[in-house]
């Protein structure tokens, strides 16, 4: 891929992520959760919006190189850890709704944390083994 | 070539997507649950407990069962800094079903707990009683809690107590004391106070007598206990005790 090619490609993929972890939290709290203050997800939301903006970074860095790179792979890797860092805060939230004035209901997902930190971390370790891949096949058509 | 990190990957996948379903599941799920509580019934019983009553209703017809479903009372005050008595009765499983399930509780808490505050001895004041159902739905992966926080008016056994003593000469050595005391008993229950009082002097206590009253509901109580002789330079003191489980001591000083 030429170099322009990979620069549109990064752009687009940052623009996409912009769009689901920005743009679209937005759209949600402001046309419909904004109607449940009980809520308060504002907090949150404003969360999930700038570790959009982080992903959106990374992902423009892992798409403007090209494939089988070392600096894709480390890429993937700042990624998965940028991902377990995001779904790891999502998961540990705890939901409070004061339905009236006296009752209260909080609901938790924290029970999701376990399978997720498994899957990232296994997800984490893949990555890092990969990083060595790429860079240890790099040196070697070098050497060739 | 198939590398390592791709086949590590595709494990990190697989439980990725295992995760998404098992999210989405339990959170539709979760949409067909209803869960009501029945007003509940509270007071005092004949053993001096508070006593709270009632029963959970929950149509689970959702995919998963409700485990560890437990319920707490817990007595705090206003501001929620200061737990008086806590009391927790399980209430089991609710397994998926759509038709009605009923779970009742009966939760009681001993007067005499609340009573080792010395607040709610002499003040009345408003505390809260909260009605906690915590639970795990979809095999614990959502615990969930729901408070019903119901604040009530604090009658106070020996509200606004003050005791004071009226003091006379008998001779050189001795003195002549009464006890007054005054107080506004509770709105809603009567009970047998105790009232024993001493006198110390150099460490050593003497008993002088016991009077038993009987406190009426919501009267203002002011009496006085007969008089009696004591050493000059002594200390009376008098000990309010009841069937409800309290105890309170004041120590005067004769003058």
């Known amino acids: 891929m030429t170099d322009r090619k990979l ?3 990064g752009v687009f993929v940052a623009i996409s992520s912009l769009f689901f972890y920005v743009a679209l ?11 449940f203050p009980q809520l308060a997800l504002e907090s949150y939301i404003n969360w999930i919006m700038r570790m959009g903006v982080i992903i959106a970074g990374i992902q423009f ?3 403007v190189s090209s494939e089988k790179t070392t600096r894709q792979a480390l890429g993937d890797l700042l990624l998965s850890i940028v991902y377990l860092i995001f779904f790891f805060k999502l998961f540990t939230l705890e939901v409070v709704a004061n339905v009236t004035e006296n009752v209260t209901v909080i609901i938790s997902m924290e029970g999701f944390i376990y399978i997720y930190l498994l899957a990232a971390l296994i997800g984490i370790f893949a990555n890092v083994i990969r990083v060595f891949e790429v860079w240890n096949s790099a040196r070697r058509s070098r050497s060739f | 070539m198939v590398k390592i990190s791709s086949i590590i990957n595709i494990f990190s996948i697989f439980l990725k997507v295992f995760l998404g379903i098992m999210i989405f599941t339990a959170v539709f799920s979760l949409i067909y649950v209803n869960i009501t509580v029945e007003p509940a019934e509270y007071g005092i019983n004949e053993d001096f407990n508070i006593y709270v009553k009632g029963t959970i209703v929950v149509q689970n017809a959702g ?5 560890d479903l437990n319920i707490t009372l817990t007595f705090q005050n206003q501001y929620e800094n200061e737990t008086f008595a806590q009391v927790s009765q399980p209430l089991g499983k609710i397994p998926a079903d759509p038709s009605p399930q009923y779970k009742s ?6 007067l005499s707990q609340l009573f080792s505050y010395k607040q709610l001895i002499l003040n009345d004041t408003l505390i809260l009683m909260n009605l906690e159902i915590k639970g795990e739905y979809a095999l614990g992966l959502i615990p969930f809690g729901i408070t019903v926080k119901q604040p009530i008016e604090w009658e106070a056994p020996l509200d606004q107590l003050k005791v004071y003593l009226t003091v006379s000469d008998y001779n050189s050595t001795h003195k002549s004391v009464i006890i007054n005391y005054e107080f506004y008993s509770p709105a809603y229950y009567s009970y047998i106070l105790n009232i024993s009082y001493f006198y110390l002097q150099n460490s050593k206590e003497t008993y002088v007598d016991t009077l038993s009253v009987s406190v009426p509901q919501d009267r203002h109580i002011s009496d006085h206990t007969l008089p009696f002789v004591v050493p000059n330079g002594s200390t009376v003191k008098v000990v309010f005790l009841s069937e409800l489980g309290f105890t309170y001591e004041v120590l005067l000083e004769v003058g």
Do not use: H
């Open chain 1, 61 to 63: 860095f892992k798409s």
């Open chain 1, 25 to 35: 939290p937005y759209i949600i709290y402001t046309k419909y959760l904004v109607q």
């Open chain 2, 105 to 110: 509780f009966d939760l009681q808490v001993p």
């Open chain 2, 63 to 67: 995919f998963y069962e409700f485990d």
């Open chain 1, 7 to 9: 620069i549109r490609k």
